[in-house]
């Protein structure tokens, strides 16, 4: 089946009249990686397929009969190894190429800020309990940077879920908390951008178990301790669509989100000055 979607994307590519660099570049992956899977070689991930058919622009229903062939394994798992082991900036690419065909993103976050809300210093704080090279996470920074651009595009819209825990935690010195949530408060106040925070108080039906992030109805990324898992399995989506509405409900948004988040920043503020 994965070497029927290889050729399959390759008599689409050459039916649209694109040279394989120019649609490896839109899809953000090399020109190799494009060869090895239109030939067979390298299975596609479910994110290489949507890119790919994204960057050669086909009709919904060539979409859609796509995605039927690559449901049976539409779920993958990758190791945060092997974006390391390849440059974790790259990964950043792909993201950002997704993002672009995404009319509206919806991340629910149990462990840390939503990467396109990061400030650079939180992002930073983040890669540095990874071991990584200064090189490594000035790429990094770079990249995330790029991918922010995205919430600026009035035509998209963003809908994050944060745990209120995950804005206390003191993973940076307090200023430079106070600084990040700083970023949040002024982010909400985006007309296509909506931040719901998960008061810690609120009366919870379920536990949450996992970060995840939802592209428009068709794709979800779970993120567990050791990898990234993708799905487009229709049933698994909706589950988690499911699940994001249930938490939304529960969570505070507008000026209540920005009241809670402006005395977390100010209990920082406090503690850098008692310290």
């Known amino acids: 089946m994965k070497s029927d979607i290889g050729s399959t994307l390759r008599e689409l590519r050459q039916a649209s009249g694109k040279e394989a660099k120019v649609v490896a570049r839109s899809a953000a992956m090399s020109q190799s990686k494009l060869s090895r899977i239109e030939t067979g070689k390298l299975a596609p991930t479910a994110l290489d397929v949507d890119r790919i058919l994204t960057a050669l622009g086909v009709s919904a229903e060539i979409r859609a009969k796509l995605t039927d062939l690559a449901r049976r394994e539409a779920t993958e798992a990758t190791a945060w190894r092997l974006y390391r082991r390849s440059g974790l900036h790259h990964h950043q690419d792909a993201i950002r190429s997704m993002e672009h065909d995404t009319r509206l993103q919806r991340v629910f976050q149990i462990s840390c800020v939503p ?131 249930r938490f939304e409900e529960l969570a505070v948004s507008g000026s209540a989100m920005r009241e809670l988040a402006a005395d977390i920043r100010d209990s920082f503020l406090r503690g850098r000055e008692n310290s």
């Open 115 to 245: 990467g396109l809300c990061q400030t650079p210093e939180y992002i930073r704080g983040l890669l540095r309990q990874r071991e990584l090279t200064e090189e490594a996470i000035s790429r990094m920074v770079s990249a995330r940077a790029r991918r922010q651009e995205v919430l600026y595009d009035t035509e998209k819209s963003f809908r994050y879920l944060i745990t209120e825990s995950v804005l206390r935690w003191r993973l940076l010195p307090p200023l430079a908390m106070a600084v990040q949530l700083d970023r949040l408060i002024t982010l909400s106040r985006l007309p296509n951008v909506r931040v719901g925070i998960l008061p810690l108080a609120a009366d919870m039906t379920e536990a949450p178990t996992s970060s995840f992030v939802v592209y428009d109805s068709r794709m979800v990324i779970v993120e567990i301790p050791h990898a990234e898992i993708t799905t487009s399995e229709p049933r698994d989506v909706e589950l988690y669509l499911e699940k994001f509405q």
